[in-house]
């Protein structure tokens, strides 16, 4: 791939540019593994320092620091650097990535009275059942799976082998990544009395999920269909891999969730929330906006103020660790031995 | 999909019929969100209040609420509302869902000496190794591989990209969703001395995993084979997504796991326990019948009364959090010094 | 399968041999299930009591227990009995499993440029981009997906439907269960202002995943690219199922994980460590060689000592559970109190 200069780059993506705009760019790094072929950033003024110490061609800084990063050679300066930074790498992706040929490939399996858009991309060995509508320039994946009277909206990118089930929707510009389960059933059962025999009668899940538009989904991630009504992902939300969405959970928009994270049924969770890696969330709590979960925390019950939560057990060295949590159980009868000694003094 | 109507449902599913048998069903739905079209269902009598308000066309309920359930309108009377609920859905789905066409896809790569009922229905792109046995009105989805002499039981529906591996069986009536690995290797390794460099060295696993009747496994959950002798889930189990399930495992009857829970190696559940979503059980522990887990608990030793079982830190938001687990770390010390304080007094 | 002698096997492995060598072997199994046709094996002195009462033709013991197990029949001495279990594992499947068969099944989809070794396998429904390496004796499973430009290894084995992104390369000798995705996009945003509308921008992902020889990564597991360097898994680790590994993670070598481990993302973790299931490491934090982080544990700052680290709720019954945690959330104010004692005595 050939060099960029930093004028292009300022030219397509804004950002005040002071020093040598002919400076021939190869690639983007962090500052302390730029080479002077290299565009870098400084989003945190806390590395501040290692702008004496790069050797990027070029920074990308905050106005504050113009001056600071100009000492060293050129500069790009701009309001917010880390978001500069984002949409760099967006258009630094869209230069050199592979495209998507348009078309179905020869292997794919399309059904009846699918509608494909003549833009999109269908991957060798994907299979699309009947009724289902693809927009433009949307791209599915080698060995997915979209089932019967589905939707995938314009732009939208599957990875590889991504399954999107029966009349189940998802919005504009998203992307999917492998692996993904989007509309299994949800686990829902009715338990037979143990006397009857203890068995699990199934709940047939009979609703779907719908998903808005510049949604972005990880690895291996599952969302599972709603029981009667639909599970519901809004517009703007990123979920990381690993992550299990119960059925008829709502997600409101622009909510972002790390790794292994589990939502349980019925969870309503308001925008722009955040949720740590690992954390789970009981079904059937409702969060508000705003609100911001501790990477490993069990939410317990709804939370009716936005703010951040917490609630994991701190790490010690094995043999500390073993002693304080042996007193944990203890810990109710400690409380009455200091009442009970409060009382005597 | 045309309506039914109450007369129906009850002709097939049974209960006792108050009001207008010809009232037309279009969908099944909760009380708070059902309209003149649709039946609900009251199982739990905490939301008898919405008798009152529903819009619904009838309402199931046990026989003590037929009365309050009559004064609105049609009503269906049952001894186990949410049991019948539970029959209607699949009664519902029967008459709904595509049901998948009896034979092979002609894509489907199909090996030496395979076993194939001729009312099983292979799909697009499905790989069947030699030996294999599917059984009658089985349903292997698209993109599946199911390994050499290896069994699949009569009734039994795979979703799409599932693995059942080499001589691993599945009873009858199963449901596998998408993403499911079942026999893969467990996670075996001898330890290399240190000082000979410290390597693992594989244990191959050669047992497999076996598989009872209706059980239910969700997507992209993994159940390892074993490493001698077989992992084994018995009867009836159900098990929700994205659940890890170690070699030699030993699960009774009629459990239910919610997500994202981890069991380890060797690990023996009794029959009739339930997991909730998180949790994780160490190897080489037992189980006895009818334990429930708490979600995200970590079951750290053997368990040999039944009962309900809990492990997690309560969450607080983030400032009081940190302030009661600092002083966790310091929770023997206190310990201490109350004894100390006791002695004196 | 036919059986082997004691002789053949002592032949292949090493070990010294007493008693009947041509004793035919049927099968290997653990002590207390073994039939006069299984070798088997003690590794764990404490289970020595079995020697004893064990049906098994013949027992792998250390030097140590020689005479107790010559006492009862043939026996195999050698200095590290699980280690010797475990090669001969590796044997006994060499011996006994069906080998991939060399060259490209017909229906896999193979891109302009591939260089794939004669010896390679590529199964059914394989797709594999431009410009792909893979070495020789390396398995590509069923509906795996290998991208543009990647690297699969010498004797490198992946199972059914495994993903390796653009540009990801794993060493020789490695072992990819099915369903493992490498290669995803890790997560990363740059936060709007919220009064801009609180939008996550997508930082596109430009590194790669370079794995090293001797890998071994679980059914269903994640390890996403690097951000702008690549994420890197040294020689020798082995992955269980289900474990998400962020962007920009360095794993040392030799290190092993359970399952349901989640790593976030540019976290650097040392040699020979091991991490229990469920664990989870947070972002941007370093551990050193030799640290060994219990099930369940989250680590949430570096770790700079070798050693055992834990950190996880212990589990009660219900009601015993109910009364500590709520006492934790007093847990800083008890302290206070404590103190106020102290003072006054």
Known sequence: ??????????????????????????????????????????????????????????????????????????VIVTADPYLYFARLTQWWAARTRRRAVAGVHPS????????????????????????????ADAVIGPHSHIGADAFVG?????????TLGDACRIGARGI??????IGADGFGFAPQALDAGGRWEKIEQLGAVRI??????????????????DTVIDEGVKLDNLI????????GA?????????????????????????????GHLELVDHVHITAATV??????????????????DNASWEKNAATLRQLHSLRERLRALEKKS
């Open 1 to 74: 791939m050939s060099p960029v200069t930093l004028a292009e780059i300022v030219a397509a993506l804004g950002g005040e540019l002071f020093g040598d705009a002919t400076l021939p760019i190869s690639r983007l790094a962090p500052l302390d593994r730029a080479d002077p072929a290299a565009l870098s950033f400084l989003a945190n003024p806390r590395y501040a320092a290692q702008l004496a110490t790069t050797q990027a061609a070029a920074v990308i800084v905050a106005p504050a620091l113009r001056e600071a990063a100009a000492a060293r050679g050129a």
């Open 244 to 251: 299990q969405v119960g059925h008829n959970v709502r997600i």
């Open 212 to 229: 808005g538009d510049d949604v972005e989904i990880g690895a291996n991630t599952c969302i599972d269909r709603g029981a009667l009504d």
């Open 176 to 181: 999917v990544h492998a692996g993904v389960v």
């Open 299 to 316: 939410i317990t019950r709804s939370i009716l103020k936005a703010g951040q939560y917490s609630g994991l057990f701190p790490f010690d």
């Open 254 to 282: 622009h909510c972002a969730m790390a790794g292994c994270v589990g939502i349980a049924g019925s969870a309503k969770i308001g925008r722009h929330c955040t949720v740590g890696g690992g954390a789970i969330i009981l």
């Open 108 to 135: 794919a399996v399309i059904g009846a009275g699918v509608r494909l858009h003549p833009s999109a991309s269908i991957g060798a060995f994907a299979v699309i059942d009947d009724g289902t509508e693809i927009g």
């Open 154 to 162: 314009a732009g939208t990118r599957f990875g590889g082998r991504v």
